[in-house]
């Protein structure tokens, strides 16, 4: 009976710490094909017609500046380098999984302690963001004393139940990434115990819908509820209101 390896990984031990290698790995492969595709674009980049690469970048960086700059405001601009990189990070990682390597390369965002590091990124760089927009009594009462206009005793249980809703956000930019990774991995360990007739077709199939549909929404998604998380630490009252009486 055929067995599959569910999170195994290629271990080393550094200072008597274990190090996931292969996740090691993966991601600096992920990171160098990332910061060459910056200075190959750096390389070709032109003020005149631009080619396919390169208005592939301006129309993700034009996209994504844009939506920063009406869903935060153009304080926050410098954010879209961050939100670029990131689409891109998580887009590559997820397509080393495709790539038939015999499991030297797998994707590092199957590994949680990959998807909780950059998770850890984003929610320091949203409080961080908040406290220098807001100051830190303005921090306090976006993130923890809000909806605004009640009572001080509700705030007693409401203030507990937002620190909940901020301790989430991390955890489910965790799960949310590392849990459909996963299981995309998974999926491609369980075709490849299928017969040979049976597999082929299906692993090109299953391959084709994952490169184009779900590493590429997960990797948008991850984007996205960055831009989300920093709006909602550093929306003015007036906007809060606004955004509260639409609803």
């Not at 960086?61 to 844009?66: A, P």
């Not at 879209?80 to 689409?87: I, N, Y």
């Not at 590994?111 to 220098?132: E, K």
């Not at 930019?173 to 590392?178: A, C, Q, Y």
Request: aromatic share 14%.
């Amino acid at each position: 009976m055929t067995s599959i390896a569910v999170g195994s990984h290629w271990v080393g031990h550094i200072f008597g710490q274990t190090i996931y290698l292969d996740t090691l790995i993966s991601s600096g492969v992920a990171f160098m094909i990332v910061l060459g595709m910056g200075l190959y674009l750096r390389s070709r980049i032109t003020s005149g017609v631009p080619g396919r690469f390169q208005t592939m970048i301006e129309f993700t960086w034009t996209t994504v500046d844009d939506y920063i700059t009406r869903m935060v405001g153009p304080f926050a601009r410098w954010v879209v380098p961050l939100v670029v990189v990131l689409f891109f990070y998580i887009l590559v990682s997820n397509w080393l999984e495709l790539i038939p390597t015999g499991a030297r390369l797998t994707s590092p965002t199957s590994d949680v302690n990959d998807t909780a590091a950059l998770a850890v990124i984003v929610i320091v760089l949203v409080h961080v963001t908040s406290i220098r927009r807001k100051g830190f009594r303005g921090y306090l009462k976006i993130n923890y004393l809000h909806p605004e206009g009640l009572p001080w005793w509700a705030y007693i249980g409401l203030a507990p139940i937002n620190l909940i809703a901020q301790i989430s956000y991390p955890i489910s930019l965790t799960l949310r990434l590392f849990g459909n990774m996963f299981a995309a991995a998974l999926m491609l360990e369980i075709i490849a115990i299928l017969p040979i007739y049976i597999g082929f077709a299906f692993n090109g199939i299953w391959k084709l819908f994952e490169g184009l549909f779900v590493d590429v929404i997960q990797a948008f998604i991850f984007a996205l509820l960055t831009v989300i998380y920093l709006s909602m630490a550093t929306m003015s009252e007036d906007h809060q209101s606004a955004e509260t009486a639409s609803s």
